[in-house]
């Protein structure tokens, strides 16, 4: 027997004649006994009524549910909420991350009085260290656990978030993330994280992953006269979105 083909994936930008034509063909190409014009036709018009009508419309006073719960670590990680972690160089930030992922993970409190209420898989997004870095630290912190250890998903970034969302949107959907670190949020950002069109276009990225999303950023603590003017710059760029 021969081996089924695999699932592939690629943005199509069916607004375009040439592009909902080459679509059409390629599908013919390999599915020949469906009608792809009328598929694709209906397609198109799905997605456009489904952004025309945008998001529904709810209601404020319907009753809650313990799985509203707003924290999911309280009262560090709010749930499907994006929260700022700030603190000088040096100080800890990204061991207090990894272990807020080592506690939703595994649905274990490892810091005391950090009890996660519900389990989370992790995704650490990382523009300040490397994978080793990292592993290191999760061994240190989690000696007490048996194998397997918390299985927290890890990737290296280089460029800006806007530039990855898309990749990072599928993953998260892939590997079912329900929270994300991103460290830093100055690495993060498209162009200087002083504009505040940058640190909007970021947070705007966060949003649409609609998961828990934490983002570190360090305080104008041990930097140069001109550091803490240019941090200054960034708090209230952050500050305006």
């Not at 034509?21 to 009608?35: D, I, S």
Request: glycine residues 6%.
């Amino acid at each position: 027997m021969g081996e089924s083909p695999r699932a592939q994936s690629r943005a199509v930008p069916l607004a375009s004649g040439q592009a909902k034509a080459r679509l059409v063909q390629t599908m013919n190409g390999r599915y020949p006994e469906a009608e792809w014009n009328t598929v694709v036709e209906e397609l198109v018009l799905k997605i456009v009524a489904t952004l025309w009508e945008g998001e529904p419309l709810e209601h404020l006073n319907e009753p809650l549910t313990e799985q509203d719960d707003p924290w999911l670590i309280a009262p560090l990680v709010q749930d499907k909420q994006t929260t700022i972690l700030f603190g000088p160089g040096g100080t800890g930030k990204s061991y207090l991350e990894l272990a807020l992922c080592i506690a939703l993970q595994s649905g274990e409190s490892i810091l005391p009085g950090l009890k996660p209420n519900q389990k989370r898989n992790c995704l650490y997004l990382d523009w300040e260290a490397f994978k080793k870095d990292h592993q290191r630290r999760l061994r240190l912190m989690t000696r007490v656990f048996q194998e397997p250890l918390p299985d927290i998903v890890y990737q290296r970034c280089d460029g800006p978030l806007v530039n990855i969302a898309q990749q990072i949107q599928r993953k998260v959907i892939q590997n079912e993330i329900g929270f994300v670190v991103v460290d830093s949020g100055a690495s993060a950002c498209a162009g200087s994280p002083n504009d505040a069109e940058n640190v909007t276009a970021m947070f705007n990225v966060l949003r649409s992953l609609n998961v828990t999303c934490h983002v570190v950023c360090q305080t104008e603590s041990h930097l140069s006269a001109r550091q803490k003017l240019e941090h200054k710059s960034v708090l209230m760029a952050i500050g305006r979105t």
